[in-house]
Structures are given as C-alpha cells and as structure tokens.
T-cell receptor, first 115, second 112 residues
Framework: DVKVTQSSRYLVKRTGEKVFLECVQD?????MFWYRQDPGLGLRLIYF???????EKGDIPEGYSVSREKKERFSLILESASTNQTSMYLC??????????????FGEGSRLTVL | QQQVKQSPQSLIVQKGGISIINCAYE??????FPWYQQFPGKGPALLIA?????SEKKEGRFTISFNKSAKQFSLHIMDSQPGDSATYFC???????????FGRGTSLIVHP
C-alpha cells in the first residue's frame, strides 16, 4: 500500500515562528503536492512538485515555500507564521501515468494552530 | 474565481436513501473528473472517477453521472449507509499536468 506520512499531526506555533511541515512517501512517486483544507473552502493547492528539486506555485502560495531535495520528501515551510495560516495541511503524492491523471494519495494531515 | 462549484455544502440522509451531490465547472478543457471521500481524521481517498466520453460510471453503490453540454457532474450514493458518512470532494483536471481543482466539499451524514 502507498503510504504518505506527515510526521506532525498537531502543531501549535506562535506568530512569527518559522514552521516546517514534513511529508514522506514510500512509493517512489514523482509528483507531490501540498494542499490547505479549511471548512467551506475545500482543498486549495499551495505548491506542487513534478520531481526532485522542482517546484511550482499553486493557487495560494503567498506566505509559503517548499523544498524537495529527495524524491520521497516534500517539505512545506512557513517563513513567519501568521494566525491566518491556522489550518489543516494535507500532503499528497502521485505517480503520473502515460497521458493519464493518476490517483492522488493523501497523508492524514497536519493541523497547525498559530497563536 | 471558483472553477468547480459543489453543492450542497452539507447533506443529511436516512439510511437506505439516495445521496446526491452536484458539481459544475466552467473550463471546457477539463477532461478528468474524480470524486474523493474523506473520513474524519483521515486524508481524502479516491472514490470513483469519470472521463467525459461516457455519461455514467457505476462502482457498487456509487455512480457518477456526467452531462458534458451542461458542464455538470454528480455523485449518487444508492442505499446510503451510516458508514458512508464522510466529506466528499469533486474535482476536475485537464491534460498535461492534470493538477486537480477541487470543489469545496459536501459533508454527508447518514442517519441509522
């Protein structure tokens, strides 16, 4: 089974702190994604990565950055956390097919509270 | 601008009833329409998906109906069960990167 692991399930941080959210997948997937989930707003794409050392902005990249130094690991970084970044963060990975979309495999999420 | 509009936001159904969730899209380039199911405390998981070359796809009690001309698609859950209680997301994507755009989600509660 594909496993996407988000190491921190719950985090509480203070405004202005630097926050790292880590995601590791064990299926050699090329594509990885970071989404933010808020009630009534659904899943919004922050950043995605087609492959190692590649990154693309999603729909709401402001205030975030990412790092992908190894294929299995995709990190989301909040350089200076703010209260409006309190949210559930979901990581996903995907093995793209030949002309096919491929299924997204999600982790269980990291719930971040910024005080 | 919301590219995929999902309704209703919440839905309560009695056990054995039919649950219907609707989605509409604007971008005619979209050519892949998956539905994801999310249980509390878990990440979303792919439930069923459809391409626009067919009008319906059925997997067990779950059916996607697709109307290309109206740019709408819907999820029907027949004989709904309490175990179906979850949040459902529709999504759409197009060729090339196939980066999915998600709807805002529907919280389904099925009463015993």
């Amino acid at each position: 089974d594909v496993k996407v692991t988000q190491s921190s399930r719950y985090l509480v941080k203070r405004t202005g702190e630097k926050v790292f959210l880590e995601c590791v997948q064990d299926m050699d997937h090329e594509n990885m994604f970071w989404y933010r989930q808020d009630p009534g707003l659904g899943l919004r794409l922050i950043y995605f990565s087609y492959d190692v050392k590649m990154k693309e902005k999603g729909d709401i990249p402001e205030g975030y950055s990412v790092s992908r130094e190894k294929k299995e690991r995709f990190s989301l970084i909040l350089e200076s956390a703010s209260t409006n970044q309190t949210s559930m963060y979901l990581c996903a990975s995907r093995l793209p097919g030949q002309g096919a979309p491929g299924e997204l495999f999600f982790g269980e999420g990291s719930r971040l509270t910024v005080l | 601008q919301q590219q995929v509009k999902q309704s209703p936001q919440s839905l309560i159904v009695q056990k054995g009833g039919i649950s219907i969730i609707n989605c509409a899209y604007e971008n005619t380039a979209f050519d892949y329409f998956p539905w994801y199911q999310q249980f509390p405390g878990k990440g979303p998981a792919l439930l069923i998906a459809i391409r626009p070359d067919v009008s319906e796809k059925k997997e067990g009690r779950f059916t996607i109906s697709f109307n290309k001309s109206a740019k709408q698609f819907s999820l029907h859950i027949m004989d709904s069960q309490p175990g179906d209680s979850a949040t459902y997301f529709c999504a759409a994507s197009s060729g090339g990167s196939y980066i999915p755009t998600f709807g805002r989600g529907t919280s389904l509660i099925v009463h015993p």
